[in-house]
């Protein structure tokens, strides 16, 4: 709706009837001269009142507005800023200006009377003020440094508002040239606005050497007007300590400068001025980072914790010390209290503890709460930082997102290409808070054109709308980059090894857009992405691996894809795995780390629900299923291990509505597994009977807190179940084994007489015992039916063989479930059945892979189908005075004793002795087979 018009009345209609009239003729004049007497009396009066009046109001607007350097200025300057009453009072600058308005109307020849009337109209920001910006632009044109100031004020405050029809307005451009223009004249307030936008943006690039070169044109700034005041006389006194500060504390000043800078500022905080703690904060930052003085963390450190207790300024500074280590030990939890404690005072506290919450070093990663504190914070690089948790955590809202977009866009329309990156990025994504495709592109091109590569690749990937889409054909966006140029960029892309490149051409080749659809070469292309490090062509990757799409459906390959995905900080990837694991009963190939504790960690953390105001929190139904199949084979005491390390993951999930919920949909026995094990660490003081009530709740969120946060798996835990366990490490050169295995095998094949026969076994024995796969497979699968091969491999060997099958699964081995189970058949068969649990002990020490309890529960799940290998098991185990295993060799109990065993003891060494002996004989076999 338009403001209405702002009405200048006028106010004195009696000065205008007071003018004196025509004289009469004759005695009409002297009749009427006698009985005007007493008009005439009334009437002077009348003026007398007015003229005082007047007066009055001049007075008043000189004093209470009077334009800084004005030449016809009668009265000391008031800067804009102290318009402003200290109560906040608005009345009172109503007040002043009724009184400049009366003036102005009542003396239009005095000039300086508008233009302090217009800046109180400014101040006071009534309805209706777009309409006086004609009366403003004349005077800023003409020179007067107030009136392009007060341009730059009404942008400034008014810039959100949508536009009046037909309204006057002031643009950026033209609120910005005023800004500057006024501050080249040495307006005060426009120089120290301009000083805050070159050190915090958003509407200009942030730049130190700028701030230090506008506070010196403060100090030379012309005098403000008659006595300037005591406001012009402390801010020009305090920018030669700004001067020192930001020097030390910001990047790209010489030598010469810092030492200079450092002198002032260690000067002034021994002499206790005003500003004294600001230069012990800037001297502590010179010797933090050695600037104009030799470095000395230590004593940056020391000084800071001494001021900390009196001075929260000092917090964020050595919370960031503390976090990073830096001049002592680190210490982010005590980092990360202060910073809480500081947050309501400190303006810059908010965003490092955001920083150290997303991180999750020091505490579970807590995204939710790192968005709010990012949000809260007007800082433009905290805004540019929390674009990349809303892209990641896509379940993540903020309030007010249209502040969050204008910040970031005042920051791109300024140069800041972190922001423009960010914002284009989001309004790209699929959040819908900001989803908005034609301002990103918008925003990109002029960025892609000025050579910012970024930019540009941003840019091309949206030239076609929808091409990620799998419900609807891409179509072509009329503006942009034609086909043309689309092919020749990725083909100067892929000459340089730029992973978009392959990463756009794979895309196209799939929808079949500006290259004929072909799905081989597409996924050949998403391998090359993969391999220059994009995390979404891992992603599309391991889709294809997972889909067949263009190449053979492999599940190995896809996990590979993904966990390299989720390494690099994909949630989606993360988010994949999971899903993957409820699907994994045979394959046995995603870890318990994957499928419950990350699953519950996303869940904690906003990721994949669908209860957003739908279902409500409803952890039952987004969490069903994930505690069978797969997971049973581990056991419910690892069970309950995987998902008390998810709130270690993701702390957030220790809300109480959130935990509730959760353990609703735990099962009875891992609820109670769970308190099991507070218990027994001393958290948890009631029965463990799984009813999880507040005091349980209460117990696990003391543990999570004691224990720390999660740390990131293993590359070898994270994959376990799909790689060898790798020989010793430099005992053979891969060539070397290559070369024998070929020969070995084609004798074996050759071989006629069963003497051939048993020297090819005794060869692949060697190899098996060395730690090759192909040779053990070839053991495993015939131990049970060729007599030969078990007088020459021994239950022992053939038992550790199969579980490095087993827990390998290399590609190409068909069901060695079924062979293990033949082969402990037949050692069963030969009463060897007691080396089949030695030997499986063993392999459990040596074995890293086979202390998971989902991988180990999953392969012993097998020996109950082959007789006496649970009873091996248990008798091995009590001889070897394993504790607290069950009353069955392969029961959970047991398998958990058994991996505390092999960690508690570490290995055995029979592997890596038969290893080493191994790879002498297979060395002399490539010597002899050389002369």
Known sequence: MPRPVHVLLPICLAVLSCIPLAPLAGGALAAQASSDKPDNAARKAELDAAKKALAEAIGICDHGASVPLEPEAKAPPIQYGELFPQDFDLSKLKVLADKCQAAMLGAPQEKRLTLQWLRVEVALDQPGLTWLIPQIKPLADGGSP?????????????????????????????????????????????????????????????????????????????????????????????MPLLIAQKTLEK???????????????????????????????????????????????????????????????????????????????ADGKHAIAMLRAATKNVAEAGPMLAGLLLDGKFVGRQPRAAVQLF???????????????????????VGYPDLLVERLSDGADAGEHGAALALARLELSDNQQFKNEDRARAMLKPLADAGDRDA?????????????????????????LSDDQLKALIGEGEAKKEAQAYLLQAKLLRKGVAYPQDDAKATAMLINAANLGSVEAMLLLGDAYDDGLGIDKNPRERLHAWREAARL????????????????????????????????????????????GVFGNDAGMELSGLFSGPASNAGTAAIAAAVMDAFREAPAGLDEENLVSIGKALPDEIRAAIETTLKGEGFYAGEPKGYFGPDARKALAAWVDAKGPLTDAPNSQAAAGT???????????????????????????????????LAAIKQLGMLARYGDLPSRWVLV???????????????????????????????????????????LTQIAQDRKSRAVGAATLQAIRDDPRLQDPLTLGAIMGQFAFAPDACDSVLAAAKKAGVDGVGSDGCDEDTRTALIAFAKDKGGSGVDAAARKAASEEIKTLDAQAAK
């Open 251 to 329: 990047d790209g000043f010489t030598g010469d400068e810092q030492q200079k800078a450092f002198h002032a500022v260690e000067a002034d905080s021994q002499a206790g001025t005003n500003d004294s703690g600001r230069s012990a904060l800037a001297y502590i930052t010179a010797l933090r980072l050695g600037r104009g003085t030799p470095q000395d963390a230590a004593k940056a450190r020391q000084l800071l914790e001494a001021r900390a207790g009196h001075d929260d300024y000092a917090i964020p500074m050595l919370a960031d010390m503390l976090a990073k280590g830096e001049g002592g030990p």
């Open 456 to 480: 540009l690749w941003l840019y091309a990937s949206t030239q076609y709308a929808n091409l990620d889409s799998t419900s609807y054909r891409p179509t072509r966006r009329d503006d942009g």
């Open 781 to 823: 699968r015939n131990y049970h039916q060729a007599r030969a091969i078990r007088s020459v491999v021994t239950p022992e060997e053939v038992t550790r063989y199969a579980l490095d099958i087993l827990v390998s699964k290399p590609q190409g081995v068909d069901k060695p479930e079924f062979e293990f189970i033949f082969d």
């Open 569 to 612: 900080g994909s949630l989606k990837a993360k988010s994949k795995l999971a899903n993957a694991f409820t699907f994994d009963s045979f394959d046995h190939l995603v870890t318990l780390r994957e499928g419950i504790t990350d699953r519950i960690a996303l869940y904690n953390n906003g990721i994949g629900r669908m209860g957003a």
């Open 146 to 238: 107030e009136a392009n100031f007060l341009l730059y004020e009404f942008y400034s405050v008014h810039r959100r508002d949508s536009a009046d029809a037909g309204a006057p307005s002031v643009t950026r451009e033209m609120a910005l040239d005023a800004l500057q223009k006024a501050g080249a004249a040495g307006h005060l307030t426009a120089l120290l606005t301009l000083l805050r936008q070159y050190g915090e943006g958003p509407l200009l690039r942030r730049d130190a050497r700028k701030m230090v070169e506008i506070a010196q044109r403060i100090i030379d700034a012309p005098a403000q007007g008659q006595s300037p005041g005591e406001w012009d006389a402390q801010l020009r006194a305090a």
């Open 375 to 397: 949000n809260a914070s007007w800082d433009l690089d905290a805004c540019i930082r929390l674009a990349g948790p809303l892209l990641d955590y896509d379940g993540v809202q």
């Open 723 to 757: 790689q060898q366990a790798a020989p010793a490490a430099g005992l053979l050169a891969g060539e070397m084994l290559d070369r024998v295995r070929d020969k070995v095998f084609a004798q074996a094949q050759a071989a006629k007489t069963d003497k051939q026969k």
